[in-house]
């Protein structure tokens, strides 16, 4: 599949100030693959909900593209967007379906081994949960709470290996926006994908995630 297993990387790095965005109460990540949110349960149930995860990676393999992921039981569903998920609802970008991901793809930032040199970079763009409010043959649509997408978007299959992400009409539709250009960097590093690819010379406050 992804290879991450042989991947060096951030995987396990965790921004300082994860865990506030959506209101929503974040607990630690546990490898389960999913967002611990008690603020949707009564307390004395001693439930847990368990969100689906999604993540929006920057990733070059032969061409740079972002890779929209959202969990679905232990995998990540997964659409490589060339352009990059919009929040302007007129804006409709071509989502192609690619083969589902395991959970740890979707914890990856750093750089795959054993590409050439210059590709094979990833970071986290943007991540977070979701609710899926439906989910059927060639249509899937969901409400996200990250830090750079929010509110509703839909998935839909338009031909053969051709799907398009569009964004909601709703309160956190931002018309004639290009978050993509605005909010370039990780979610988790901070870094822009052109400094995680170069950046094994930059210092990062310290924190250099290389296993050598
Ligand atoms: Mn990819």
């Known amino acids: 599949m992804d290879g991450s297993a042989q991947c060096q990387g951030t995987a ?5 100030d994860r865990g506030d965005e959506a209101g929503a109460t974040r607990g630690p990540n546990d490898g389960s693959g999913g967002t611990r949110d008690r603020s949707r349960n009564p307390p004395h149930t001693g439930e847990v909900v ?3 995860r999604f993540v ?3 990733h070059d393999a032969t061409t740079l593209h972002f890779d929209f992921r959202l969990q679905s039981g232990d995998v990540l569903r997964s659409w490589a967007v060339p352009k990059g998920p919009s929040l302007d609802p007129a804006v409709r970008r071509l ?3 690619v083969d589902d991901h395991s959970l740890a793809a979707g914890e990856f930032e750093g750089v795959h081994e054993g590409q050439r040199r210059g590709t094979g970079a990833v970071i986290i763009w943007d991540e977070g949960t979701a609710d899926i409010a439906r989910d059927e043959p060639g249509h899937v649509s969901f409400i996200l709470h990250g830090r750079k997408l929010a509110g509703g978007f839909a998935l839909t299959r338009t031909g ?5 992400l569009v964004k909601a009409r709703d309160e956190d539709a931002r018309p004639g926006s290009d978050i993509v ?3 370039p960097a990780s979610v988790r590093s901070g870094k ?3 400094q995680l690819r170069d950046g ?4 990062s406050t310290g924190s250099k995630h290389s296993p050598e």
């Open 192 to 194: 822009t994908w052109t």
């Open 50 to 52: 368990i969100k689906p």
């Open 160 to 164: 053969p290996k051709r799907w398009i």
């Open 200 to 203: 094994e010379q930059i210092s």
């Open 56 to 58: 929006v990676q920057l």
């Open 95 to 97: 989502a192609v379906p």
């Open 181 to 183: 250009a605005e909010q």
């Open 12 to 16: 396990r790095a965790r921004a300082p």
